[in-house]
């Protein structure tokens, strides 16, 4: 008997010891390979959520499937669309042209055209959408106004005298100068282990030191984004799902609900930076309705000059090439986008672990890439994508001549 208690008893610590060591490191395995493709496309399971509803009808996305024989330069040869989606473990890939979708795959191992996947910072974008559409109803007066005019518990954080606009450019100088989330004990990490932890994210946030003077120099912040929906949400009355539901995805004609998932510590709140999760087709019908400058199915949604400022806004820190260490040579950012310059000015909402929403509204194009890279950021993955979306729109463009 006592060897059969001792045995259960080395046994229970053991699991115990398991899951303590689990729960102190569950971002990193829910966001590792192989296991990321599960988490990305079962949040719901892992989360407290709060719905954003679909309305009525569905705004038709005819199929029209076509051979997308595309081939992308990269590293000094050639590549396919099926290499692209191993080297870069591709787990859905939607493709409209014309408004109508001219390829769909879904490579992922749980991937689906009813899955709804894991966006990550594509969310950032859509917020910036609802910001848009809350200063042209008036519920925000301006983006010159500073955010402790709705976040007064920020009054004498870093965050104190921020505006709105300079969050929107994530120009407000407040955290780390890199969003690294490879250093343990970064901001960006702090703020995912109060996130999934039970943790205070104001308490995260109002601790971020100033780093740069606000609005003169870009510095790529979750951070930033997070306080743009408090002020959202303080400005509107709404939850960010209940807002998004109301005056977003009921008007865009989505086939699924959409859902973000929210912190476990309470007051519970939705990541305004990064826990939308949505089928790749709805998010195409975002696209669409940006790349169509706001309006869809005959209804104005969006300002169509929030959509021209999300292109590129002439801000000399935020232009091509001038975002330094925080960004990649060949983005410029605006308004919570990522921008392409060239003649036709695309521009793309980019989440962590490879998730896309390119748009390029003088090609008619519109594509919708999700992801599961094994690590949050890699600058050859996110270079190669780019280049092969490029090549896509590209080849559409061409083949409509």
């Known amino acids: 008997m006592r060897i059969e208690a001792g045995g259960w008893l080395l046994g229970a610590a053991a699991?115990?010891?398991?899951?303590?060591?689990?729960?102190?490191?569950?971002?990193?395995?829910?966001?590792?390979?192989?296991?990321?493709?599960?988490?990305?496309?079962?949040?719901?399971?892992l989360?407290?959520?709060?719905?954003?509803?679909?309305?009525?009808?569905?705004?038709?996305?005819?199929?029209?499937?076509?051979p997308l024989e595309v081939t992308y330069g990269f590293e000094?040869?050639?590549?396919?669309?099926?290499?692209?989606?191993a080297r870069t473990n591709t787990t859905s890939?939607?493709?409209?042209?014309?408004?109508?979708?001219?390829?769909?795959?879904y490579p992922g191992c749980f991937a689906g055209d009813d899955v709804r996947f894991q966006m990550f910072s594509i969310t950032k974008?859509?917020?910036?959408?609802?910001?848009?559409?809350?200063?042209?109803?008036?519920?925000?007066?301006?983006?010159?106004?500073?955010?402790?005019?709705?976040?007064?518990?920020?009054?004498?954080?870093?965050?104190?005298?921020?505006?709105?606009?300079?969050?929107?450019?994530?120009s407000s100088g407040v955290g780390d100068l890199v969003e690294d989330h490879t250093v343990r004990d970064s901001l960006i990490n702090r703020f995912a282990?109060?996130?999934?932890?039970?943790?205070?994210?104001?308490?995260?946030?109002?601790?971020?030191?100033?780093?740069?003077?606000?609005?003169?120099?870009?510095?790529?912040?979750?951070?930033?984004?997070?306080v743009l929906g408090w002020v959202l949400e303080s400005a509107t009355g709404r939850s960010l799902a209940q807002y998004a539901t109301e005056r977003l995805w009921s008007r865009i004609g989505a086939e699924h609900d959409a859902y973000y998932w929210l912190t476990r510590g309470h007051p519970r709140t939705a990541i305004a930076g990064g826990s939308l999760n949505a089928t790749a087709r709805d998010m195409a019908r975002l696209g669409l309705l940006m790349s169509r400058g706001g309006e869809l199915n005959g209804q104005r949604i969006l300002p169509e000059e929030w959509v021209t400022r999300s292109r590129g806004h002439r801000v000399p820190h935020l232009e091509i090439g001038a975002l330094g260490p925080s960004g990649?040579?060949?983005?410029?950012?605006?308004?919570?986008?990522?921008?392409?310059?060239?003649?036709?000015?695309?521009?793309?909402a980019v989440g962590i672990h490879g998730q896309y929403l390119y748009v390029?509204?003088?090609?008619?194009?519109?594509?919708?890439?999700t992801s599961a890279w094994p690590t949050a950021d890699d600058p050859s993955r996110d270079a190669e994508s780019v280049t092969a979306l490029q090549a896509v729109a590209d080849h559409l463009q061409d083949d409509h001549r």
Request: net charge negative; aromatic share 10%.
């Open 47 to 66: 989360m407290p959520t709060e719905d954003v509803r679909r309305g009525g009808d569905v705004f038709p996305l005819p199929r029209r499937p076509r």
């Open 93 to 105: 890939f939607v493709v409209l042209h014309g408004g109508e979708i001219v390829h769909e795959s």
């Open 328 to 348: 990649y040579p060949y983005y410029g950012y605006s308004n919570k986008w990522w921008t392409l310059g060239g003649e036709r000015r695309p521009f793309t």
């Open 360 to 369: 390029d509204p003088d090609a008619d194009v519109v594509i919708v890439k």
């Open 76 to 85: 000094g040869r050639e590549w396919s669309l099926a290499e692209l989606h």
């Open 193 to 226: 282990k109060a996130t999934t932890g039970g943790g205070s994210l104001h308490d995260v946030v109002s601790s971020a030191k100033r780093s740069t003077e606000a609005g003169t120099q870009f510095s790529y912040s979750t951070i930033d984004t997070q």
């Open 15 to 45: 699991a115990g010891a398991g899951a303590l060591w689990l729960w102190r490191h569950q971002d990193e395995v829910m966001t590792g390979r192989p296991v990321n493709e599960w988490t990305f496309t079962h949040m719901n399971l």
């Open 125 to 170: 974008s859509v917020t910036s959408m609802l910001v848009g559409i809350a200063l042209d109803e008036g519920a925000i007066k301006d983006v010159t106004e500073p955010v402790t005019v709705y976040c007064r518990r920020l009054v004498g954080s870093a965050f104190d005298g921020v505006t709105i606009e300079q969050l929107l450019d994530m």
